[in-house]
């Protein structure tokens, strides 16, 4: 079980813009390059070679960590998996100083599953950037989707989060 940070989904969220905000140069338009920002991290990210991997991410170190993304996803789901892992990198080994090695399974349903969620949506679509393009498109989530390189229900939950939509 991976212990929640102590942080507010509020500057959980901050905390995840900014993070974007200074990878700025890892966009291709609106859409987050996640796997080479995973590298310049110093991670990689690998298939599991397993359909019941538990495994989601293994830290060995700052700067030395793997993301292992579920067989047969979709590229969509892979994008979201690897930023919500991220989010446990940024909010459950770096943000409290860990510096020992830690795994983080797959499947669970507690506050740091949460948080991780909070800061993936945050990481891949700001809330600025996505309110503009939300507008733009007039609240169309498929279009939005696109931009963002997320799936149209990631993009309607984040629009709901920052009421855009209902």
């Known amino acids: 079980m991976v212990d929640a940070s102590p942080l507010s989904r ?18 291709a338009g609106d859409e987050l390059k996640v796997n080479d920002l995973v590298s310049h991290l110093g991670g ?17 170190a700052p700067r030395d960590f793997t993301v292992h993304i ?4 979709s590229h969509r789901r ?15 080994y770096l943000y409290p100083g860990t510096s020992l ?5 797959r499947g669970g ?19 600025n950037r996505f309110a503009r393009v939300w507008r733009a498109s007039d609240g169309d989530e498929w279009a939005v989707a696109d931009r963002f390189g997320v ?3 990631a993009a309607s939950v984040r629009a709901q989060s920052l009421g855009l939509a209902s």
């Open 10 to 27: 509020a500057a959980i969220c901050d905390y995840a813009e900014r993070v974007a905000d200074e990878y700025a140069n890892f966009r």
């Open 44 to 60: 990689r990210v690998v298939a599991a070679d397993s359909f019941i991997a538990s495994e989601a991410l293994t830290v060995r």
């Open 70 to 73: 579920p067989m047969l996803t």
């Open 78 to 92: 892979d994008r979201f998996t690897i930023a919500h892992e991220l989010g446990h990198y940024f909010l459950h």
């Open 101 to 105: 090695p830690k795994t983080f399974s």
């Open 109 to 127: 349903r507690d506050l740091a599953e949460t948080q991780a969620n909070y800061f993936a949506a945050a990481l891949l679509m700001p809330s």
């Open 151 to 153: 799936s149209a229900s």
